[in-house]
């Protein structure tokens, strides 16, 4: 079992920054890649950004330039680094993992709130 659990959200103006931190615990040898998906109200959820275990990173082109990811294996985190926000950035953010197969490796947690807003 893997258990994943997401911080960092918050309020922040226009053009502001956030660091959400994604931490993971028990069988994360399974893990292939890790990923951030978003859900705005009213819309599906869709993939932010995502990192697999050679550390290769796949961005979202509506957040290409703007947001980086990253891991810390250490700490067993990987960290969406979220540059000049935008209020169509407001979502709730989640992180989930997948294994070789592709198949997620954990349910749907919480996720953290970001709004983004003056």
């Known amino acids: 079992q893997v258990q994943l659990v997401e911080s960092g959200g918050g309020l922040v103006q226009p053009g502001g920054s956030l660091r959400l931190s994604c931490a993971a615990s028990?069988?994360?040898?399974?893990?292939?890649?890790v990923g951030w998906y978003r859900r705005a109200p009213g819309k599906p959820r869709e993939l932010v950004a995502a990192?697999?275990?050679?550390?290769?990173?796949n961005i979202n082109d509506s957040v290409q330039g703007r947001f980086t990811i990253s891991r810390d294996n250490g700490k067993n985190t990987v960290y969406l680094q979220m540059n000049s926000l935008k209020p169509e950035d407001t979502a709730v953010y989640y992180c989930?993992?997948?294994?070789?197969?592709?198949?997620?490796?954990?349910?749907w947690g919480q996720g953290t709130q970001v709004t983004v807003s003056s």
């Open positions: 989930n993992a997948l294994d070789q197969s592709l198949h997620f490796v954990t349910s």
């Open positions: 990192i697999n275990s050679a550390g290769t990173p």
């Open positions: 028990g069988s994360i040898d399974s893990i292939y890649a």
